[in-house]
């Protein structure tokens, strides 16, 4: 077997990037950086440095995987380290491994569910949705004395993942279990790639020509213009209220979005005198049954009366779905009390329809507001991202079950909630008012 020899030298960035020990550490943020480099020589040196180590290097597609690791992984490690090309999987001399994966769909993650590994690399961390990267923390575990688990992320503005690195790594906003000094963030931008600079220096050239959000974003790394939001007209202020009693007679209704390994979405709404909507309950499950869903949908309504419930044209599908027992979704929840009808998955239709809802009207209301324990859909609504080849849709890298649900929805018909009308009193009559007493009309 050959001996390795590892070339080029880092630049200053690259150089704090292979040295960081920190639980969590971002690098890159402008375009040329030099990220994809520094991530496979930092997980290189690693398993060299420390025998035995079990490393998972991500993409999120598998093209994205092929073209940018595993082939030049194949070139730098030829004939010094083994490569399994079924499993993906680069084992060295001292029983290290690195082993190279994808997460495509939302619930591509779940293929390393229960599996260990000391490292884990996210290659463009703004690709991955939050709940793929939480749930990808669960894998970064080690029962090894001599090495602390931690994952390494390299970014660039925009994406599905834009918000959550951004909170991170950059704006260091941390919720429950999260500790400031676990996050450490490199910030790397073209020019500090003297190696691409000098071998293309016409690429710095290009950037320079991109309009002005563009290059503010891939040449200076500038976090607060490219968000690519599909809803920039979202704002927690304005669309998110604490709940209030919702008045019997208001028009209620719920929209679903079916899944089984992804996640289930079911939405309740109603619409006021004045035709706003109102999302005031969620249930977002994963892996159970449909009629444990169907179940819980009805234990979860209680008294309340529904005008319908529209689901995804998928729970009208063939026998044999994930968790729909042998019979179609639809059928298992009307056997189970809870009819469905089709949604309307006119996709860009409703998704303009949604961003009307959320405008404000001309007494400064939007046409739809949520309650505060909708919490999944108040997470995801705002980290919709446009399809890079069609903006006029959202992306379907987002995790978007929730968000469904609200579009099927809003496609739905919900007439303006009507007051009932009032029954006549004892004594009372309905043109003239109250009966007159005697010596009035009557004795007429």
């Known amino acids: ?244 009693a919702i008045p019997t007679w208001w028009r209620r209704f719920r929209a679903m979005d079916w899944g089984y390994n992804d996640p289930c979405c079911v939405l309740w709404l109603a619409v006021s005198p004045e035709g706003q909507i109102i999302v005031y309950r969620e249930l977002y499950v994963r892996q159970m049954l449909s009629s444990q869903v169907a179940k819980k949908v009805r234990e979860l309504t209680g008294g309340e009366k529904m005008a319908y419930t529209v689901a995804s044209p998928d729970a009208w599908q063939q026998r044999g779905l994930p968790g729909a027992e042998g019979d179609c979704i639809a059928d298992v929840f009307q056997k189970n009390g809870v009819p469905l009808i089709p949604a309307d998955n006119r996709r860009i239709h409703g998704w303009q329809r949604l961003r009307e809802c959320l405008a404000p009207g001309a007494d400064g209301a939007p046409g739809l507001v949520i309650f505060e324990g909708c919490k999944e859909l108040i997470r995801t609504l705002p980290l919709l991202t446009y399809d890079e080849r069609d903006h006029e849709d959202v992306s379907d890298r987002c995790e978007d079950h929730a968000p469904e649900a609200l579009r099927y929805g809003v496609m739905s018909r919900h007439p303006k909630a009507q007051p009932p009308a009032e029954k006549p009193r004892p004594g009372y009559d309905p043109f003239f008012g109250p009966a007159p007493q005697r010596g009035g009309f009557a004795s007429l």
Not at 28 to 57: D, F, H, I, Q, T
């Open 1 to 244: 077997m050959k001996t390795l020899h590892l070339s080029g030298t880092p630049n200053p960035k690259q150089q704090a990037f292979f040295l960081s020990t920190a639980p969590h550490t971002a690098y890159g943020g402008a375009r040329g950086g030099g990220k994809s480099w520094a991530m496979r020589r930092k997980l290189v040196l690693l398993a060299l440095r420390y025998p035995g180590l079990n490393e998972l290097l991500l993409r999120r597609t598998l093209p994205e995987l092929q073209e940018n690791h595993v082939l030049p992984l194949l070139k730098e490690l030829s004939g010094c380290i083994s490569y399994h090309q079924t499993q993906r999987c680069f084992t060295f001399p001292n029983g290290s491994r690195i082993k190279l994966g994808y997460c495509d769909k939302e619930a591509d993650v779940f293929q390393y569910q229960g599996q260990e590994y000391d490292v884990i690399g996210m290659e463009e961390a703004t690709h991955f949705t939050e709940s793929q990267m939480q749930f990808l923390t669960t894998c970064n575990r080690s029962t090894r004395g001599d090495f602390a688990p931690r994952m390494y992320y390299t970014c660039n503005p925009g994406g599905p993942g834009h918000e959550w690195v951004k909170r991170l790594f950059i704006d260091r906003r941390y919720g429950p279990g999260e500790r400031a000094e676990d996050y450490a963030f490199i910030p790397a931008r073209l020019t500090d790639n003297r190696v691409l600079m000098d071998r293309d220096p016409g690429y710095y050239q290009k950037l320079l020509r991109l309009p002005e959000h563009l290059k503010r974003a891939y040449l200076d790394g500038d976090w607060d213009v490219l968000s690519g939001r599909y809803f920039p007209e979202f704002s927690q202020r304005l669309h998110v209220k604490a709940p209030f």
